[in-house]
C-alpha cells in the first residue's frame, strides 16, 4: 500500500532566487582549488560521496591521459548525457506555475465533486499553458491554438481539465488527429516551417475538412496571438457531466475567465515580439507572479439539461460547436489564482502529467468522440514520455490526498504497497485498502444501445453556421483581422488550388470575408463549396468577441517609458504614479542601459537598452526627453522604429513636448490617440485613455 507523503514542498523560501555570481572558484599557482564561499553545502556526487575538485578530470600526470577510473567524472557525464526526455508530440512548449481554486459558489445540488461543497474551500492546483505546434525551443507568440491545463488537487484525488483557449476545436474524432497535427507540424520531408500553419501541409488538410471552418475562424482571430496567458480564457471545450449524491445528471461545460479581461497582440506585433523575445509569454508569467500580481480566473459553467440538449442547434457531443453563452449563461462558481512560480521547470512544468482520464466523483464523461479518443491518447503518451507507469510518482503528479492501492514496481518506484498484502480479496490482519462502494467513483448509469459501426451522426453535419456567427459576432477590427490572417497565411501556400477551395468555404461563411480574402489574393471567387448541410444565420453573441470583452484598466499592463538624459523629472514621476495607482507596471528603455540622468538630476536605471527594448514589448508607451535626447534618438533606426511601432499598432502614446521631434522624424502624424504631457496632471487623462486597449480609430 502506498502512503500519502508530503510530496511537494511548497515553502515560499525555494522562490528566492540565487543569482548573483559573487564567489568565483579559485584555482591557485599549483593548480590546488580554494573554497572561496565557505558557507555552501560541499558538493557530492549523487552517491553522496563528497567531490574534492570539480573543475579536473582525473589524468596521469599534468598533461596526460584520463583515468577511466574517474568515478565523478564518469557519473557527471553520464547523467548529462540523458537528461533530455521526449518533448510532447504536441503542447511541447508550455509553462506552468502553482496556484489554488477557490470556490465561491458551491454547487452540491448538481455535483458531488469536493471542491465544489464548501464556499472559501481552497483546493491545490497546478496550470500548464502551452502551444501546440511548435517545438519545445520555438517562440511563444506564434499564431496557434494555446493550450490551458489544470490539474486540481482535490481531496478525492486529482482532475485535470485539459483545456484551451479557444472552446471549440478542429475536429470531431479523435481518429484524425493524428492527421490534424502531422498537417500543422513541420513537413516531414524539409523539417520545417517550424510553430506556424501557414503552408500547403496545413491549409490543404484543413480545406478537406469543412468541419474545421468553426474553429480555422478562432485560429484566424486575434484569440491566437494573446497578449499574455493573464489576458485569455480557457475552455474544457467538451460537455462533461456533473453527478450529484443522488446520482444525478446535467451537463455541463468549464470556462476560465481571466479577470483582466481579453487582450491580444496585433499580427505584426507578433512578429516582432518573436525576434524581441521569443519567451514573452513565460517571462510574462513569471513576473507578474514574483511582482506579487497573481493572475486569476474565474471558474465558470454552463449547467443544462437533456431537454436544452435536445432543442440546442447543434449537438453538444460536437466538440466543432459550443453553446453561445446568451443562450446558456455562465454561471461563476469559483476562482483559480496562480501564487507560486515553479522551483524548477523540468521536475514540474516538464513532468507534469495531464490526463483527461483524471476525473473524480461527481465528474464524469460524455459520448464526445473527441474526448473518449483523449482519454486513451494522455495515459499512452505519458508512459512513453515520461519512462514508464510510474509518473504518478513524480510529486507533480501525484496527489495530495491519501491514496491506497496494489499496484507495484516497473521502472523507478518510489513507494511500492507496505506490509505482505499485494492483492485483494485478502484475509491478512493488514490486508490494505477496500473499494467503498459509497464514496467511490461511480460512473453515470447512463442508458446506451446501437448496432456497432463507424459513423458520424448526422447530427454533426453543420459545418458552417458557427463558423457565420464567429465571423459575424466580431467588431469591424476583429474581422479585418480575421480576413487579413487567412488572407496571409494562404499568400504562404504554395499550391493555388489550396487557396481555391478555402475561398470556395470561406463563401459559406461570409459573403465580405470571402471577397476580402480574395482580393488580398489576388484571385477570382471560385464556386462555393458545396456543404453536406446549408449555413443558417444565428444571432450574433458579444461574448465571442475579444474588444467587446477587454480590460478596463491598465491593470497588469505594462508601460514602457523611453527616456533619455535631460528628461523632465515632473511627467516621469507624474506618469509612475498614474500607472502604480492603476496596478500596472512600468519598464524604462533608454540609450544605454545604465540609464538616464533626469533634468533634475536624477539617475534613473534602466530595464532595457533601445535596441532590446522596442515597443512591441508594451501596452502603451511614454517618450519622455530632452531635445538633445529627441536628435540622438531620431538619429537611431531603434529610435525611430520604437514610435513609429507604436503609432502602427495602434497603441496610445504619452510624449513630453521635445518628444515631437522624434515622431516627426519617425513620420508619425499625432492623433487623439498621442497625449502631449505638458503638465504633469495629463499623465492621469492619458491613463484613462489606455483603458480602451488601443486607439482603434487609427487603423479602422
Ligand atoms: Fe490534447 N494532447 N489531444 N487536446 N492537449 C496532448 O498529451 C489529444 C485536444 C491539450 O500542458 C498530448 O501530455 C488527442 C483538445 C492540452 O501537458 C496528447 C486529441 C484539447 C495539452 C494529446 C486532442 C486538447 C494536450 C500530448 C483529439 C482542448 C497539453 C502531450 C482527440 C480541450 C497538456 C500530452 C500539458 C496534450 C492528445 C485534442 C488540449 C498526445 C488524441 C480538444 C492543453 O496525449
Redo the contacts with the bound molecule.
Keep these: 500500500m502506498a502512503d500519502q507523503k508530503d510530496l511537494y514542498p511548497t515553502t515560499a523560501e525555494t522562490q528566492k532566487t540565487n543569482d548573483t555570481a559573487k564567489y568565483p572558484t579559485q584555482t591557485g599557482a599549483g593548480g590546488e582549488l580554494h573554497q572561496t564561499r565557505p558557507e555552501a553545502p560541499v558538493m557530492t556526487t549523487a552517491q553522496g560521496v563528497p567531490v574534492s575538485d570539480d573543475q579536473n578530470t582525473l589524468r596521469a600526470g599534468s598533461r596526460g591521459p584520463a583515468l577511466l577510473e574517474d568515478f565523478h567524472f564518469r557519473e557527471k557525464i553520464f547523467h548529462f548525457d540523458h537528461e533530455r526526455i521526449p518533448e510532447?508530440?504536441?503542447?511541447?512548449r508550455?509553462y506552468?506555475a502553482h496556484g489554488y481554486f477557490e470556490c465561491t459558489d458551491p454547487i452540491p445540488e448538481l455535483t458531488r465533486a469536493n471542491l465544489f461543497q464548501e464556499k472559501g474551500k481552497r483546493t491545490p492546483a497546478f496550470v500548464?499553458?502551452?502551444t501546440?505546434a511548435g517545438n519545445k525551443g520555438s517562440f511563444d507568440v506564434a499564431r496557434d491554438v494555446r493550450?490551458?491545463?489544470v490539474k486540481l488537487y482535490t481531496e478525492e484525488g486529482n482532475w485535470d481539465i485539459?483545456?484551451?483557449n479557444i472552446p471549440v476545436?478542429f475536429?470531431q474524432?479523435?481518429m484524425k488527429?493524428?492527421d490534424l497535427i502531422h498537417s500543422v507540424k513541420q513537413e516531414p520531408d524539409r523539417g520545417f516551417p517550424q510553430a506556424q500553419s501557414a503552408h500547403d501541409n496545413f491549409w490543404d488538410f484543413i480545406s478537406l475538412m469543412p468541419e474545421s471552418m468553426h474553429m480555422l475562424m478562432w485560429v484566424m482571430s486575434d484569440r491566437a496571438i494573446p497578449r499574455s496567458f493573464r489576458f485569455m480564457e480557457g475552455?474544457?471545450?467538451?460537455t462533461f457531466r456533473f453527478v450529484n449524491e443522488e446520482g444525478e445528471s446535467h451537463f455541463v461545460k468549464f470556462h476560465w475567465k481571466p479577470k483582466l479581461g481579453l487582450q491580444s497582440v496585433v499580427w505584426d506585433e507578433a512578429v516582432k515580439i518573436n525576434g524581441a523575445d521569443p519567451d514573452f509569454h513565460r517571462r510574462d508569467l513569471w513576473d507578474a507572479i514574483r511582482a506579487g500580481d497573481f493572475p486569476e480566473w474565474e471558474l465558470g459553467v454552463q449547467v443544462f439539461d437533456d431537454e436544452f440538449a435536445d432543442k440546442f442547434d447543434f449537438d453538444v457531443l460536437d466538440?466543432t460547436k459550443l453553446i453561445p453563452e446568451e443562450d446558456c449563461p455562465v454561471r461563476i462558481i469559483g476562482r483559480l489564482v496562480l501564487d507560486r512560480v515553479v522551483d524548477n521547470f523540468f521536475a514540474e512544468t516538464e513532468q507534469?502529467?495531464?490526463?483527461t482520464q483524471n476525473i473524480v466523483p461527481g465528474i464524469d464523461f460524455t459520448n464526445d468522440p473527441?474526448?473518449q479518443?483523449?482519454n486513451?491518447?494522455?495515459l499512452?503518451?505519458?508512459t512513453k514520455?515520461l519512462g514508464g507507469p510510474n509518473f504518478t510518482h513524480i510529486p507533480i503528479n501525484a496527489p495530495r490526498c491519501p491514496f491506497h492501492h496494489f499496484q507495484q514496481d516497473g521502472h523507478m518506484a518510489m513507494h511500492n504497497p507496505k506490509g505482505r498484502a499485494n492483492y485483494e480479496p485478502n484475509s491478512w490482519d493488514e490486508g490494505g485498502p477496500r473499494a467503498d462502494p459509497k464514496r467511490g467513483f461511480k460512473s453515470y448509469r447512463e442508458e446506451v444501445s446501437g448496432e456497432k459501426r463507424r459513423l458520424r451522426a448526422e447530427s454533426f453535419d453543420d459545418h458552417y453556421s458557427q463558423a457565420r456567427q464567429f465571423y459575424r459576432s466580431q467588431t469591424p477590427v476583429e474581422q479585418a483581422h480575421i480576413g487579413d490572417a487567412i488572407t496571409f497565411e494562404l499568400s504562404k501556400c504554395v499550391t493555388k488550388d489550396i487557396r481555391m477551395r478555402i475561398l470556395g468555404h470561406l463563401q459559406l461563411i461570409d459573403e465580405d470575408l470571402a471577397k476580402h480574402v480574395a482580393e488580398g489574393l489576388g484571385h477570382d471567387l471560385p464556386d462555393p463549396a458545396e456543404p453536406a448541410r446549408a449555413p443558417k444565420d444565428l444571432a450574433d453573441s458579444p461574448a465571442l468577441s475579444l474588444l467587446k470583452n477587454g480590460p478596463d484598466s491598465f491593470k497588469g499592463r505594462k508601460l514602457g517609458i523611453l527616456m533619455t538624459d535631460g528628461a523632465d523629472d515632473a511627467l516621469y514621476e507624474a506618469l509612475v504614479e498614474a500607472v502604480e495607482a492603476e496596478g500596472g507596471m512600468i519598464e524604462i528603455v533608454a540609450p544605454q542601459v545604465g540609464g538616464i540622468t533626469t533634468a533634475g538630476g536624477k539617475k534613473i536605471e534602466a530595464n532595457q537598452k533601445i535596441d532590446g527594448g522596442p515597443s512591441v514589448l508594451y501596452d502603451a508607451v511614454a517618450i519622455l526627453c530632452s531635445e538633445e535626447g529627441a536628435e540622438k534618438l531620431s538619429s537611431m533606426l531603434p529610435g525611430k522604429q520604437f514610435a513609429a511601432d507604436a503609432f502602427g499598432h495602434a497603441k496610445f502614446i504619452a510624449i513630453s513636448p521635445e518628444a515631437e521631434a522624434l515622431l516627426k522624424a519617425a513620420s508619425v502624424e499625432p492623433d487623439d490617440g498621442v497625449v502631449p504631457l505638458s503638465a504633469a496632471g495629463k499623465a492621469k487623462t492619458f491613463m484613462k485613455k489606455t483603458h480602451a486597449v488601443r486607439f482603434w480609430d487609427r487603423v479602422a
Excluded: E, K, M, W
Aim: proline residues 2%; glycine residues 14%.
Design positions: 510532447r508530440v504536441v503542447h511541447a508550455g506552468g500548464r499553458f502551452s501546440v493550450g490551458f491545463a485539459v483545456g484551451n476545436f475536429i474524432d479523435a488527429f493524428p475552455f474544457g471545450v467538451h466538440a507534469v502529467a495531464f490526463c473527441l474526448l479518443g483523449r486513451f491518447s494522455y499512452d503518451t505519458q514520455r
